[in-house]
């Protein structure tokens, strides 16, 4: 659905109708992977390749809501005049670096045999750029779109909060796993006399 809802976003940026099925699209898509993940953990088929490609993906369609939103102005600003104070590229671009970053470390991490699922900072990161990404799409009035930009700053406060605390969780599991691999490994051998 990522293809569709950038095609959709940056065709058709300022027609209230486009706009409306655009946000709609976005939702079904942020639906349908919350749905995949509720039916995965309840019937415990949650797969190494699971906790890896549904961040992914994630990624993926957040990612493009913000370049989106970015590259139409309206991430913190109104259509279609707002300027580079509307597109906060630096918002984005922070929001990315975050994310792919700590993509890119579970796939590092991966290769030394260690999985990092999503904790519950991270779900709360995806709810809160969720909510802040439709009410960002949605074609709302001045006074409302208020409440996307609060909406939008609170996920980027979360979004820099939880990568900090991933990271450091990444740093604790490599030393457990390298502290556990070093008990492990026999004691070097003495020289006799």
């Known amino acids: 659905m990522v293809p569709l809802f950038a095609w959709m976003v940056l065709s058709h940026p300022y027609d209230f109708w486009w706009r409306i099925a655009t946000t709609g699209v976005f939702t ?3 639906i349908t992977d919350a749905v995949d ?4 953990r309840k ?3 949650v797969t190494s390749f ?3 490609a549904d961040p992914i993906a994630d990624k993926a369609l957040t ?3 913000f370049i989106g939103l970015s590259i139409i102005g309206e991430l ?3 259509q279609p005049d707002s300027g580079a104070a509307g597109a906060a590229w630096w918002i984005t671009i922070t929001i990315l670096v975050r994310e792919w970053g700590i993509t890119l470390m579970r796939f590092l991490f991966l290769r030394r045999g260690v999985v990092l699922a999503a904790n519950r900072g991270g779900k709360l990161k995806t709810v809160v750029q ?3 990404l439709i009410a960002s799409l949605l074609p709302l009035m001045i006074p409302f779109k208020w409440g996307a930009w609060i909406l939008v700053l609170l996920a980027l406060v979360i979004t820099v909060v939880t ?3 991933y990271l450091i969780s990444m740093i604790k599991s490599l030393r457990q796993q390298q502290g556990a691999s070093a008990q492990q490994q026999p004691p070097p051998a003495t020289p006799g006399f």
């Open 43 to 45: 019937y415990n088929i």
């Open 63 to 65: 990612g493009m809501a």
């Open 76 to 78: 913190l600003g109104t």
């Open 163 to 165: 990568g900090i605390d």
């Open 37 to 40: 993940g509720h039916l995965a």
């Open 28 to 30: 079904l898509a942020i």
């Open 130 to 132: 969720s909510v802040a």
């Open 50 to 52: 699971g906790k890896i």
